[in-house]
């Protein structure tokens, strides 16, 4: 038997990324494609998938040539598969729609850390072990010697640690030596990844019942003999106690007050115990410890056994040789929601909407049964319209049926409230998977996963490539969301896109749910690619009115505060009622501009050009793409001015300028500076939701999904900010943005109020948010992408080249936009163009020069396949042009 595997350097190795091995007969019958093995490649071992299995008529041409002689696989590094064949299948699409290598799709897949490392290890050869002393005796440096002994002792040697220990030089010229002697060998193997189960040693109680009665009454017999023993002893050695001090006569000595007592207490002092004695009293502690824990669910490890009961390890050891107790190691599960306390919850009675929404995903449920593809549904609910229980009672009905069930959404900040509710729902069967989980945790909900042990994996865009067996159901939330677009690594995938190739490959439904679905995803389902399903009504209340004020107006006014009188007013009346209110603005920090009134110089940073923003709680200026710090400037570095003034508007101004005002009120900051993890998000959603806090000032992660009864009042300090970036994709961004936070308002008993600041009230986007318009803004916004032929009406692939020399970049976008247009040209495409290249809006980030163009065309699959650029970011239906 042969077998194609798909190595871990096929990263690199892209011509050839399947590489073919004989398979030995002790390993033939557990081969399974999706099983992570080892293979030899090179003079080193590497880490590979099994893609195929093949017969000898099956073999690739190359290999059919007599002659060529086919390496052995080394070794099945884990009999289950890592990789099913439907993601199989979805990795191959990933790889050749998004124009990336093979294995950066399929290896992407696999949860971080589980990959092993290939290394080299010396050991003795068969001749040094037959024949040590002659070994040592042979004419051979100092260091050789030394490091046989080593060898000697502890069996291997990594050759990286040798070259720690001696010194790249020194190991080298050791390295040459060891070649020519034979005495040491030098072999490869790989070492195990980060993702690993967690052990923890525990104390097991090997008897019950009568059989644990009778051992214990056996060690209280011999406790009874121990302790008459003892006291027989103590007595025939005894001797009588003088009550003189010093040579004093009792009635010289002076009185002791405590003497009464002690003689008191003399009489009830324990018995004298002997050594024996005591490790039988320790041991029968043990064993009504270990006898409790049973039922408590919670075992005793042997340190911690020892502590309580004053055993020795040794003395433990005694009742493992008894065969009373056993210690062993038992995997620890490390669980995302420990600790945390989620109330379960009952299905909730349906409106007509949710009930018709709900039939439509069964409905496709049933069509995939019936072996044909279920067209993606569109689930476009105004927000608070209850989408969030028809996922839930989707789930449900295609769990009754055997079938599992991915949910994705967009934030990290989201998983707290939609874990709290699928988790309550789904008690103990559901697994989390995202980014701000730690590797031993990813890994073991993974392994849940694979296992069956799962009915709903929820999370992050990764989640979808979890191996879920018998997937039913696959529901992405807040489809519109661009977080679901991966732009930093290979694949550059859209996880809306992979999820509704996945739902072809194992015909099941793709539900996109959504109160301002992407215009591309509503466009489709207009043209009936989609299955438009709608929730027009808001359940229980209605949708909040939204108050435009008109920023232009209070500056003629006289009023220069970044809060608006109306909205002032309104915070004070919210407060005074004892509700809660929402600010969101959409930049971090205090200043995004620090700029000198005399020579015009602006804080840049110097790895990116991009002005710094102040942050007055750490009170430094930082770069927000890079990460780099600066001191604050009190006088210019140009001029020595002290004309230096901080611009611009941040979530720490807010905070600031509403402390002014209402000195009284609880606040609670909310955006990437105090929300770093995970841990963090739910700390700070569970204090605004206990109403810690009267008022929550925030950036993007608050205005999405949330649920906050006691929120009454949202006010958006700047909506401009999202509408004067230079992209075609800004009128949308903003609509959604100002869209999704104006639901937050007004989800409780209390009726709901949204005020919009602006300079711009006449935009279109902002009319139409503030009438949660959404048909009046697709109308308009689809007119205008058809007139400019942007997306979904041309398909759009950005071309990014990045250098430390800014020439270089220039030079080689040059040189790309040339070979582009020839293949446009050979290849009959008229109605494919290119915009650029020109430098990128942001031209330097860490230290490297950007370059890019856009390609524009009605489908540039035939251009892709035929493009050769191994340097640079080609990302395919990018979400922004910047």
Not at 107 to 124: A, C, D, E, I, N
Request: net charge neutral; glycine share 6%.
């Amino acid at each position: 038997m042969l077998v194609e595997v798909l190595t871990a350097a096929g990263r690199w190795n892209v011509e050839q990324p399947l590489l073919t091995y004989h398979v030995p007969e002790t390993l033939a019958d557990q081969l399974r494609r999706g099983q992570l093995v080892a293979v030899p490649y090179g003079e080193r071992l590497d880490e590979g998938i099994v893609w195929d299995l093949l017969e000898g008529d099956e073999l690739p041409e190359p290999l059919q040539e007599e002659g060529i002689e086919l390496r052995d696989l080394y070794s099945i590094l884990d009999h289950k598969a890592a990789l099913l064949s439907h993601q199989l299948e979805l990795a191959r699409w990933l790889s050749e729609y998004y124009v990336t290598p093979l294995a950066h799709a399929v290896f992407g897949m696999l949860t971080p850390g589980m990959l092993q490392r290939s290394r080299f290890v010396l050991k003795l050869s068969e001749e040094a072990l037959k024949d040590a002393v002659q070994a040592s005796s042979q004419e051979t440096s100092l260091n050789l010697r030394a490091l046989l002994g080593l060898l000697h002792n502890d069996g291997s040697l990594d050759v990286e640690q040798l070259k720690k220990m001696l010194g790249k030089t020194k190991a080298q010229q050791l390295l040459k030596e060891i070649k020519q002697s034979k005495l040491v060998v030098r072999e490869p193997e790989l070492v195990e990844g980060k993702a690993r189960i967690k052990l923890r040693r525990n104390v097991r109680l090997l008897v019950q019942g009568e059989e644990l009665l009778t051992w214990r009454e056996l060690l209280e017999e011999r406790l009874r003999k121990a302790e008459s023993e003892a006291q027989a002893q103590s007595a025939s050695q005894a001797t009588p106690v003088s009550t003189s001090r010093k040579g004093m006569s009792k009635a010289e000595a002076p009185f002791n007050p405590w003497s009464m007592s002690a003689a008191a207490s003399a009489t009830l002092a324990p018995p004298v115990m002997s050594k024996e004695g005591v490790v039988i009293q320790r041991q029968l502690a043990a064993l009504d410890l270990l006898q409790q824990s049973i039922n408590r669910g919670s075992p005793w490890t042997p340190s911690a056994l020892c502590r309580a009961t004053g055993l020795t390890p040794r003395q433990l050891q005694q009742l493992e040789d008894q065969q009373l107790v056993v210690v062993e190691n038992k995997e620890q599960r490390r669980d995302p929601l420990q600790g945390r306390a989620i109330p379960s919850s009952q299905p909730l009675q349906l409106t007509g909407e949710q009930e018709a929404a709900l039939r439509a995903i069964l409905e496709a449920v049933e069509e995939g049964k019936e072996n044909s593809i279920p067209r993606p549904i569109l689930l476009h609910g105004v927000t608070g319209s209850g989408k969030t229980e028809v996922y839930l009672q989707a789930m449900a009905s295609v769990i009754a049926e055997g079938k599992r069930c991915i949910i994705l959404v967009p934030e990290i900040a989201l998983t707290t409230q939609a874990v709290q509710r699928v988790a309550g729902r789904f008690p103990e069967r559901v697994a989390i998977i995202h980014s701000e989980l730690s590797v031993g945790e990813r890994y073991d909900e993974w392994r849940r996963i694979r296992a069956g042990e799962i009915d709903v994996v929820i999370g992050s865009r990764s989640a979808l490539f979890a191996p879920v067996p018998d997937l039913g159901l696959i529901i992405i939330d807040e489809e519109h969301e661009a977080a679901y677009k991966q732009s930093e690594f290979k694949p550059t995938y859209h996880a809306r896109e992979a999820a509704i190739k996945l739902g072809e490959i194992l015909k099941v439904p793709v539900v996109l749910g959504s109160a301002t679905p992407a215009v591309e995803s509503y466009y489709r389902a207009e043209q009936g690619c989609y299955q438009l399903v709608e929730l027009k009504g808001r359940i229980g209340a209605n949708l909040p009115p939204v108050e435009i004020v008109d920023l232009r107006s209070e500056l003629r006014a006289g009023h220069t505060s970044i809060i608006s009188r109306r909205l002032l007013d309104e915070l004070g009346k919210v407060l005074e009622r004892g509700q809660q209110a929402i600010l969101f603005l959409n930049r971090r920090g205090a200043a995004s501009c620090v700029l000198c009134r005399d020579c015009g110089f602006t804080a840049l940073c110097e790895q990116c050009d991009i002005p710094l923003t102040y942050h007055a709680t750490e009170h430094v200026l930082m770069c927000h793409y890079c990460g780099a710090q600066s001191k604050i400037l009190h006088f210019c570095p140009s001029c020595r001015s002290a004309e230096i003034r901080y611009f611009g508007l941040g979530t720490e101004k807010v905070q600031r300028t509403i402390q002014k005002y209402f000195p009284e009120a609880r606040l609670l900051r909310w955006d990437r500076d105090t929300a770093r993890n995970r841990h963090a998000h739910e700390e700070l959603l569970d204090r605004f939701a206990n109403r810690e806090a009267d008022i929550l000032i925030g950036t993007q992660m608050i205005a999405k999904g949330l649920d906050l009864p006691g929120v009454t009042l949202v006010g958006v300090v700047s909506a401009d900010i999202a509408l004067n970036l230079p992209d075609y994709a800004s009128p949308e961004r903003a609509f959604m943005l100002l869209t999704q936070v104006a639901g937050r308002a007004g989800r409780g008993s209390e009726a709901g109020h949204v005020i919009v600041q602006t300079f711009n009230p006449e935009h279109f986007s902002i009319d139409a948010a503030s009438r949660h318009d959404y048909n009046e803004f697709y109308r308009i916004e689809i007119e205008t992408r058809q007139r400019y032929g942007y997306p979904p009406f041309r398909q759009f692939v950005k071309f990014t080249y990045s250098h430390s020399n800014r020439h270089r970049s220039q030079l080689e976008a040059m040189k790309l936009c040339e070979k582009l247009k020839g293949w446009i040209q050979r290849l009959n495409l008229p109605e494919t163009d290119i915009v650029g290249p020109v430098p990128a809006l942001m031209e330097r980030i860490r230290n490297k020069y950007r370059w890019q163009m856009i390609v524009r065309g009605p489908d540039l699959s035939r251009l892709l396949r035929v493009v050769e650029a191994p340097d640079w970011e080609i990302d395919i239906d990018p979400i922004s042009t910047l």
